[in-house]
């Protein structure tokens, strides 16, 4: 299979995917200073509609993408020295608007916001994707009935282990931990962690040790810290954790991602509305998850953040105002300083491959 085609033609890329119906390019691939992490686009490509988030296969030969639209697809590109390719026409999820994507076991899964469902699709030897899905629809509804009138899945990813998938909804303020079939790739439900009524979820992050992880909320600016037990597949909410400083407004604040340090340290935070970053430490014991501060995002709507594969930049896709800032951290406390900005029309997602 060989080595990472990016890192090993050209040097690390990063992939930016976008909303092509606000203007965006579509996936845009771009070069990757080493030292300063700056980011020099190269070439775009909109073969396929809002490819708003992305997933680069672990060898680093093939790029995935949602088709983030009502008629929810898929597709899967080479990754070439000239930028992704792509591989045959976009495979249908059956679940409306997915807003997140993943690769286990020989599958690609995708979380159908707008249709409350997690969708997989068989992946081939040649990096392709094969149909139909075969769908989870998840039940339930929360108290916010402006957004949470029913399920909206908006995140799948699976455990460190790789034993358990994990779907975060919204609409439902719950993790579901999921066993995947090895046959048809059916998603069966295993356990349910429910979150604080009207919290929201969004997205989640395992600490590096496995034995933690930390879900972002969106319709309230906090942290749930949770215990994972990956032997029972078990999500165990612990505490949360305010990700704006005393006295802010937390009103049009909508957090987006979170990421974690490769030491388990820190963990930072993208707050829309509040156009900033949330610098978080967290304890030894994984128990905890403390604010240290805030720090501007570089733009308007930081839609997602990333992490560079050394652990020294952070990237912030500025949805609103069209860029992608990043970002250098500082080791020993965990602030990342603004370091430069490239134009990047309604950014949604930033990987590395």
Excluded: K
């Amino acid at each position: 299979m060989g080595g990472p085609v990016g890192t090993s033609v050209n040097g690390l890329r990063a992939y930016i995917g976008s909303f092509t119906t606000a203007g965006g390019l579509g996936i845009t691939t771009a070069a990757v200073d080493p030292e300063s992490g700056a980011l020099t686009p190269l070439h775009s490509t909109d073969a396929v509609p809002n490819p708003s988030y992305l997933a680069p296969s672990p060898d680093g030969r093939y790029l995935y993408a949602v088709s983030e639209t009502p008629d929810g697809a898929a597709a899967a590109f080479a990754l070439t020295p000239r930028g992704p390719e792509l591989l045959a026409p976009a495979v249908p999820v059956d679940g409306a608007d997915p807003t997140h994507l993943t690769l286990a076991d020989g599958r690609l899964l995708t979380a159908n916001y707008s249709s409350g469902s997690v969708s997989t699709l068989p992946v081939r030897a040649d990096g392709t994707l094969a149909g139909p899905a075969t769908v989870l629809t998840h039940q339930g509804s929360g108290p916010r009935t402006d957004r949470q009138e029913g399920p909206h899945a908006h995140a799948v990813l699976p455990d460190p282990g790789g034993r358990w998938l994990l779907s975060v909804d919204l609409g439902t303020d719950s993790v579901r931990s999921c066993a995947l079939g090895a046959g048809d790739g059916a998603l069966t439900v295993h356990t349910e962690a429910g979150l604080r009524p009207g919290s929201g979820p969004r997205h989640l992050a395992f600490h590096p040790r496995g034995d933690h992880a930390y879900v972002i909320n969106e319709l309230d600016p906090t942290v749930t810290v949770c215990r994972w037990d990956a032997d029972r597949g078990v999500l165990t909410p612990l505490g949360e954790t305010r990700l704006l400083p005393d006295g802010a407004a937390t009103e049009g604040t909508f957090p987006s991602e979170l990421v974690i340090s490769r030491d388990g340290r820190f963990a930072w935070a993208a707050n829309r509305g509040h156009d900033s970053l949330s610098v978080l430490s967290l304890g030894a014991s994984g128990d905890t998850a403390t604010l240290v501060t805030t720090v501007p995002c570089g733009g308007h709507w930081p839609r997602d953040l990333a992490l560079h594969p050394d652990g020294r930049h952070l990237y912030t896709a500025n949805e609103r105002s069209g860029d992608v800032t990043w970002f250098t951290v500082d080791p020993a406390t965990g602030i990342p300083a603004r370091a430069g900005s490239v134009e990047a029309p309604a950014a949604s997602c930033v990987v590395f491959a």
